[in-house]
Nanobody, 122 residues
Framework: QLQLVESGGGLVQPGGSLRLACTAS????????IAWFRQAPGKEREGVSC????????RYADSVKGRFTISRDNAKNTVYLQMNTLKPEDTATYYC???????????????WGQGTQVTVSS
């Protein structure tokens, strides 16, 4: 079973920044489209950002445009999500997922990490 591992979550004040990382130890990410999703308590899991295999195509949810940046370093087998100007409404568990479609829809992703908690609070 292919397993992704997220890291970098934590508690941050509003306006602060965090960088999440997604990696895999048992397979290479460079052949997969990667997306970040998040899920807040009582809410549906939503797509935040996605990146294609080469990194040339990127998409963001409207709620994070201009604040979040997705990138990938295929040599390090890692995908990043830089999150700036964080807001309390960004509080959620963040998941990375690997699939074969450039998309922000959950159904196109077969492999998921266990998530990392991001809490934005003063």
């Amino acid at each position: 079973q292919l397993q992704l591992v997220e890291s970098g979550g934590g508690l941050v004040q509003p306006g602060g920044s965090l960088r999440l990382a997604c990696t895999a130890s048992e397979f290479t990410l460079k052949t997969y489209e990667i997306a970040w999703f998040r899920q807040a308590p009582g809410k549906e899991r939503e797509g935040v950002s996605c990146i294609n295999t080469s990194g040339a195509l990127i998409r963001y949810a409207d709620s994070v445009k201009g604040r979040f940046t997705i990138s990938r370093d295929n040599a390090k087998n890692t995908v990043y999500l830089q999150m700036n100007t964080l807001k309390p409404e960004d509080t959620a568990t963040y998941y990375c997922a690997a699939g074969t479609r450039f998309s922000l829809f959950r159904r196109f992703f077969d492999y998921w990490g266990q998530g990392t908690q991001v809490t934005v609070s003063s």
